[in-house]
């Protein structure tokens, strides 16, 4: 999360916004993202009903809930997905600031 925060600007300045989910209760979110002094969003689920219903997999052998990345439109139109294999597979801000670029570009 540390990338995400260090280049928040500029995902601003695409008008994105970023939502983060994992699965610790509300209160250990709170205190993580007051700690981490994080300026974008974090959506605790603990039931893991976020991370259902978008396809996000847990696999207890691998330490958990898998990194995926969706970058849903206005509309609510999901138009990018990556789900990673395994724990460091999280693409990097660069790709995804160019992904939100191209999206830009075609709806010009």
């Known amino acids: 999360m540390a990338q995400l925060r260090r280049d928040y600007d500029q995902f601003v300045e695409r008008d994105a916004e970023i939502i983060v989910t994992g699965p610790d209760s509300a209160t250990a979110f ?27 997999q847990v696999k207890f052998l691998k330490l958990g809930r898998m990194p995926a990345l969706l970058v849903i439109d206005k509309q609510g139109y999901i138009r990018y997905r990556h789900y990673g294999r395994y724990m460091s597979d999280i693409q990097r801000n660069g790709e995804i600031l160019n992904l939100l670029d191209q999206l830009d570009e075609g709806l010009s």
């Open 30 to 56: 709170a205190r993580y993202w007051e700690k981490e002094a994080l300026p974008f969003v974090g959506l605790p689920d603990p039931e893991h009903q976020v991370a259902d219903l978008y396809g996000q």
